[in-house]
């Protein structure tokens, strides 16, 4: 069966701090990686990651997939509250259900 | 250019009447997808569907549960005789294609089951 986990499940920090989120996959027929952020509402969309050690990068948010450890991380430099949230990664496969499959979720916390 | 519209935002009802909630893809979006999230759990994938076609419902409970995108108007998730238990939060999302494109989530609708 399908599993993506992520760790911490949670995560508090203090305003400036660089962050690191873990999510590791056996995805069947592994086609990519998402990474969302989800506050009160929606989850938004960060990143896709297809290919392994391709950085992709958006100001202080980064991402990294390797599809030979079967993990992908999200990095978020100089942390500010706006950042707090809770981060989900995702999988997809190659077949055509074109569906995700999400891990738990980190609850990140920055504190001012 | 709007963005995944559901509705309702919040749902109330009474334990064994039917839930009806909705959903607009983005413009240009034939391909939707419904998941749930529990209390303190990740999303769970439900049912993918596109136009008049249901793709893949492995997520979907076999029992009083059902979807549909019609050709014409808005997706509908359907939930009958509701229990405690389908008290969550249910997520859609729309993409352009199912291949290599990200997939843009709604608001959520939040039902609760009183």
């Known amino acids: 069966e399908d599993k993506v986990v992520q760790s911490p499940l949670s995560l508090v920090v203090h305003e400036g701090d660089t962050v690191t989120l873990n999510c590791s996959y056996e995805v069947t027929n592994f086609r990519s990686l998402l990474w969302y952020k989800q506050e009160k509402k929606a989850p938004t969309f960060l990143f896709m990651l297809?290919?392994?050690?391709i950085e992709k990068k958006s100001g202080r948010l980064s991402s990294i997939l390797d599809k030979k450890e079967l993990f992908s991380i999200l990095n978020i430099t100089a942390t500010q509250t706006g950042d707090s949230a809770i981060y989900l990664c995702a999988g997809t496969r190659s077949s055509n259900t074109g569906k995700l499959i999400f891990g738990q979720g980190t609850t990140l916390q920055v504190k001012p | 250019n709007a963005g995944v519209m559901q509705n309702p935002r919040h749902l109330v009802r009474r334990r064994g009447q039917e839930a009806r909630l909705r959903c607009s893809p983005m413009k240009g979006h034939s391909h939707v997808y419904w998941y749930r999230q529990l209390p303190e759990e990740g999303l769970k994938f439900m049912v993918y569907?596109?136009?008049?076609?249901?793709?893949?419902e492995s997520g979907m409970p076999k029992e009083r549960f059902s979807a549909e995108f019609p050709k014409e108007g808005p997706s509908i998730l359907r939930i009958q005789q509701v229990v405690r238990g389908d008290s969550a939060a249910y997520f859609c999302?729309?993409?352009?294609?199912?291949?290599?494109?990200?997939?843009?989530f709604g608001q959520g609708t939040r039902l609760t089951v009183v």
């Open positions: 999302a729309s993409s352009l294609t199912d291949l290599n494109t990200e997939a843009f």
């Open positions: 297809t290919s392994s050690g």
């Open positions: 569907l596109q136009k008049e076609n249901i793709i893949d």
